[in-house]
């Protein structure tokens, strides 16, 4: 994956970006890159009759729609069943065995990893609902030491 480059804000750009960050409320959400037409083809449809399905979606809160994507969002991840805050899970590794463990986690893709200094060597943040699964795979893998598991209550 190539390194994206940094491209220094204009002052008004920063100032845009700073005051809809201070508003902002976090969210855990799924993001769906697909245009409608495209999703209607999908579940042959007419690209019309996906709009009338989309729209209670949308006044519930359930998701949101914009030009390309799809965002699915707690309230309707909730309504499918899912656990839709992140779980994090910290996971403390045998010396000997990092390299080996963080690789394999790795290319499992289990969420997002970060690898860490202190007590803990390593952060994976996951979607509620995968937090057993995630876990039954990080605890089988030889040398993983301990994991602790910190459940989110409420995003701010």
Do not use: C, H, W
């Not at 999908?42 to 729209?55: F, G």
């Not at 949308?58 to 799809?70: A, H, K, L, Q, V």
């Not at 803990?120 to 996951?126: F, K, P, R």
């Amino acid at each position: 994956m190539a390194k994206e480059e940094f491209v220094p804000l204009t002052k008004s750009a920063y100032k845009l970006l700073a005051i809809l960050k201070d508003r902002a409320m976090g969210e855990y959400v799924y993001r769906v890159d697909i245009k409608q037409s495209e999703l209607a083809n999908t579940l042959n449809i007419s690209r019309q009759a996906l709009s009338v399905k989309l729209r209670p979606l949308i006044e519930r809160g359930y998701i949101r729609t914009g030009r390309g994507f799809i965002e699915i969002t707690g309230r309707g991840l909730s309504a499918l069943g899912y656990y839709s805050k992140p779980v994090y899970i910290l996971v403390k590794v045998e010396p000997s065995s990092r390299d080996e463990v963080y690789n394999m986690m790795r290319d499992k893709k289990l969420g997002k990893m970060n690898r860490v200094a202190g007590d803990i060597d390593l952060i994976l943040e996951v979607g509620g609902t995968q937090a057993t699964e995630v876990l039954d795979f990080v605890s089988s893998l030889k040398g993983v030491i301990s994991t602790k598991t910190y459940f989110t209550l409420e995003l701010t």
